[in-house]
């Protein structure tokens, strides 16, 4: 199984500041056959089901605020929120669906 | 509007069984992957099963293997998981989730907002 490990557990940001959660695969979540990372990051607010936030490692999902962005490639990814809103205080989940058991990493908590 | 809703949850005696349903609207059900994921109190996100589009490529997380079955009936629109042999263990949160694509190696870009079940003598 793959296993997915995010850093930190947890941060506290000031609004309009920059927030980065990392999120590491232990074997490489690239096809080769077709250049894409399957990986995908999601966050949760309390009380609220998951939401997708960005796709194949750096496509942001339709509606999603342009301070969300996601990078890497291989087995070391990132989530970036470029200027911090009160609204993104939530829980920050990636998750690798290149290989079944489709794992999540642990999580990520974000407060102001 | 897509829209996803879990039904079936509940309190089950250790060894129960439990079915879980999840009724789709809004976009082409037969066209898309469709999983459960579960989040047990307080707890991370735990991925459970996936189907994809025809059913014909079906995954499960090792815990439930053999125990919990997923399946689907595009006549009704409606995603099933099968839940028996109940532990404690699979005390949760059930979501269902539509997948991005017809295959089942996607992410996840529509949740419902989950059905409860709880595992308790």
């Known amino acids: 199984d793959i296993v997915m490990t995010q850093s930190p557990d947890s941060l506290a940001v000031s609004l309009g500041e920059r927030a980065a959660i990392d999120c590491k695969s232990s074997?490489?979540?690239?096809?080769?056959?077709?250049?894409?990372?399957?990986l995908a990051w999601y966050q949760q607010k309390p009380g609220q089901p998951p939401k997708l936030l960005i796709y194949w490692a750096s496509t942001r999902e339709s509606g999603v605020p342009d301070r969300f962005s996601g990078s890497g490639s291989g087995t070391d990814f990132t989530l970036t929120i470029s200027s911090l809103q009160a609204e993104d205080v939530a829980v920050y989940y990636c998750?690798?669906?290149?290989?079944?058991?489709?794992?999540f990493g642990p999580g990520t908590k974000v407060d102001i | 509007e897509v829209q996803l809703l879990e039904s079936g949850g509940g309190l089950v005696q250790p060894g129960g069984s439990l079915r879980l349903s999840c009724t789709a609207s809004g976009f082409t059900f037969s066209n898309y992957a469709m999983s459960w994921v579960r989040q047990a109190p307080g707890k991370g996100l735990d991925w459970v099963s996936v189907i994809n589009y025809s059913g014909g490529d079906i995954y499960y997380a090792d815990s439930v293997k053999g125990r919990f079955t997923i399946s689907r009936d595009k006549s009704e629109n409606t995603l099933y998981l099968q839940m028996n042999s109940l532990r404690a263990e699979d005390t949760a949160l059930y979501y269902c989730a539509k997948g991005d694509s017809a295959s089942s190696y996607t992410s996840l870009n529509n949740w419902g907002q989950g059905t409860l079940v709880t595992v308790s003598s």
């Open positions: 998750q690798q669906y290149y290989s079944t058991p489709f794992t």
């Open positions: 074997q490489s979540v690239l096809y080769s056959s077709n250049n894409k990372n399957y």
